[in-house]
């Protein structure tokens, strides 16, 4: 089972590239990094968990493309990215521009996980219909791929519109990096069939996930997409469990590939012995 590290940060953090150091010697698989360009100032929408009250974190997050660039920079073999991208609140030709430079740079460590937020207010400031950002995601997506792999990229879409272009470096990876879907539900599973590399869903059960990955099995074989190519990742709010041994042998046996430990911002100071903790925890 391949393990990686959700590592929420601040400016007061650990450095990313010496978080990125510090992961790869420890035989963690993934580091990505989410994001929130903007919180409101007064937000109507509630924090989905706990009191409802929003993490003074969420209000410091760096921008997530510098922090993963300062990881890639730091590290060979660890792969990198974004958990999870907020897709509707920036311009896709931009997007594709960065995850491509990123891709070539870093010689493939890639992975983009995308989400379409939950914060009503947030998505707002952007000009964001909430109850159709969905539909504005996957246009979105595929407006990229043909931007990742067409010499003159056009596209004609309802939110994104733009004549042939060229975008230029690709990405390293053929056809482009990974794209995991960041989402839960039956919706989510249809859009990992539509433009999705994978899934990534947070807390999913093994039970649950077992029974979900059969519903997707079944959906890529309708829509003609081989099941077996999808990477399945699994994020955990909490870093460390009890039993986590034999957590990965249910999730082993539920269908996946990789465990993401959700890290809150991690200190200079405590870095290391967190760290630590979750290699003992997690990684044999």
Not at 8 to 37: N, Q
Not at 189 to 213: C, F, H, T, Y
């Amino acid at each position: 089972m391949k393990i990686g590290i959700m590592a929420f940060m601040t400016v007061d953090a650990i450095h990313p590239s010496e978080l990125a150091r510090k992961c790869e010697a420890l035989g963690f698989d993934l580091l990505v990094f989410p994001e929130h360009p903007v919180i409101p100032s007064k937000p109507r929408t509630p924090f989905p968990r706990g009191d409802g009250r929003i993490p003074e974190f969420y209000l410091n997050c760096p921008d997530p493309f510098v922090t993963v660039a300062m990881a890639a920079a730091a590290t060979t073999k660890l792969r990198v990215g974004t958990g999870i991208l907020l897709v509707p609140e920036h311009n896709p030709i931009n997007v594709a521009k960065a995850v491509a430079t990123l891709d070539h740079y870093c010689n493939g460590r890639f992975v983009m996980g995308i989400g379409g937020g939950w914060m009503v207010d947030e998505l707002e400031v952007f000009g964001v219909d909430f109850r159709r950002r969905w539909p504005l995601v996957r246009e979105y997506v595929r407006a990229m791929k043909e931007l990742w792999t067409k010499e003159d990229a056009s596209f004609g879409g309802e939110f994104i519109k733009f004549p042939p272009i060229r975008c230029n470096p690709k990405p390293f990876q053929k056809p482009h990096p990974p794209i995991l879907v960041g989402a839960a539900g039956d919706r989510a599973l249809k859009n990992v069939v539509a433009i999705g590399d994978g899934w990534m869903p947070i807390e999913q059960p093994p039970d649950s996930l077992k029974a979900q990955l059969g519903k997707l099995r079944t959906m890529c074989g309708e829509a003609g997409r081989r099941f077996e190519e999808l990477d399945i990742s699994v994020t955990f709010m909490d870093a460390i469990k009890p039993n986590s041994r034999d957590l990965i042998e249910r999730y082993r046996e539920a269908g996946a590939h990789r465990l993401i430990l959700n890290s809150s911002p991690l200190s200079r100071d405590n870095a290391d012995r967190e760290l630590e903790a979750m290699a003992r925890a997690w990684i044999a």
